[in-house]
């Protein structure tokens, strides 16, 4: 599938997996695409799609204008303890190796 072949990234929507939205849902992002299937690229919220700050939850990067994952936000976020930094380094990882990866 798409994972094997080393697809960069993926997309998560506006909908509810499991009562939860789909780009907060660690389940779905961390626990299934990233940890059993092996993801390696980044997750992107589809526009509008997210609800908070879901570093901690998978996501990787919001569509632009979002307002959830801003340096203000994450600062917070991580002064609070409620965002770790490996995760914004694992974030930052899945973006490069993506981009690596085609070779930019």
Not at 10 to 16: D, E, G, H, P, T
Not at 21 to 36: H, I
Not at 78 to 89: P, R
Request: with cysteine; aromatic share 8%.
């Amino acid at each position: 599938g798409a994972v094997e072949t080393g697809v960069g990234s993926a997309m998560c929507s506006y909908n509810k997996v499991g009562g939860i939205y789909s780009c907060e849902n660690p389940q779905s992002l961390a626990g299934d695409l990233k940890r059993a299937l092996g993801f390696r690229g980044y997750v992107m919220s589809d526009w509008g799609a997210t609800h908070s700050a879901s570093l901690m939850a998978g996501l990787d990067v919001e569509q632009e204008g979002a307002g959830w994952m801003n340096e203000r936000l994450l600062k917070a976020g991580l002064a609070a303890g409620t965002i770790a930094q490996e995760a914004v380094d694992d974030a930052v990882s899945r973006i490069l190796w993506s981009m690596f990866a085609v070779g930019v």
